[in-house]
């Protein structure tokens, strides 16, 4: 196997791993009984990696995760790091806010403008009435977009769709047209500033003027359309001619599978022309899985790789770190047409980092 190291988390814990023969063995392990919500490494220094964990705060490792220091207390959950610079780093938390540091997560300022809505958006601006005594509305997902640093949009879980074009100075409400306010992950079509879509937990949505109106995108997905039951979590776009859309699915939220007592139904699903249309990864996994496929990451240097991380635990409102799950992890070679195990019979993997070694 290749020479890369891998950040493993669960819902209580993170292993960080490395090849051994046609496997993987665990170097060292971290954040025992804790749940990472978020794993963002550097692409320039792949030894600096940040983690998000929730309800604990923001941690770093600089040495290829021998050694993590805590960096921001609270409920961090997500990082984003800029193409252009990566000494400037984002950071979300609940309740909502945004932190920026200039020197690689070192020190931090708030960006608070983000929270000088009127009262009328920020009544959006909250977690389910049954978890609203033990959980708080987050930011949940950063772009930065790829072509403008400037431009930033948040995603909240819950609370809709944060624009910025000044680098965070001054924001705009866009979430119009999003029925279900629960965002978890936002994207650029390549090469495009205008045009965008984001999963969410009852919809796969795509915009064509930057958010100032979105409609769904689900031909092919199953349970398209349903009111509560097209759930997506993390994708990505897969460079090839065209570029590819990966999205991990399942059928309903944690919430629904509790209320049902069903398993997440999980899917990976495909899409070649930007989202008009979808299919199912062709092999190896199981239309409907056990799991819900929680984590997507990149492979560092072979961009037809991509890694998924799956679970039957759920996370957000309803994790629990004492309860383990099960889980595994998948690669594929083929931009998610086919896949393999790299590693079965885990706890439920909840997100992922994979760096060249």
Known sequence: MEKLCYYVAHNSGLHVMRPNGAGLYTIDEFFEGRTLEHLEGCKERPEVVFAAVAFDGGYRTVDGGRTWQKIMDGDVRTFAIDAHDE???????GPIRLHRSVDGGTTWEPLDGM??????????WGPPPAYRDTESAHV?????HPDDSNLLFVGLEHGGLLLSRDGGK?????SA??????MHMIKNLPSNTERYCVSSARGFYRTDDVGVHWYRSEKGMPWAGTAKYCYS?????????PPRMVVCGGRGSPGVWAAEKTNPHGHVLLSDDYGDSWRFA?????????YMPWALAAHPANVRTLF??????ARGFLMKPEERGHGALYVSPDRGDSWEPILTGTPAVTTLWIAPD
């Open 308 to 313: 998924c991380g799956l679970g039957d635990g």
């Open 87 to 93: 000494h400037i780093v984002y950071m979300g938390s």
């Open 282 to 290: 062709a092999r190896g996994l199981n239309h409907e899985e056990p």
């Open 233 to 241: 979590h993390e994708w990505r776009f897969v460079p090839g001619d």
């Open 170 to 174: 001054t924001w705009h409400d866009r």
């Open 140 to 144: 949940r997902h950063i772009l930065i």
């Open 177 to 182: 047209g999003i029925g279900y306010l629960d």
């Open 115 to 124: 929270l000088n809505f009127p009262e009328a958006v920020k009544a959006k």
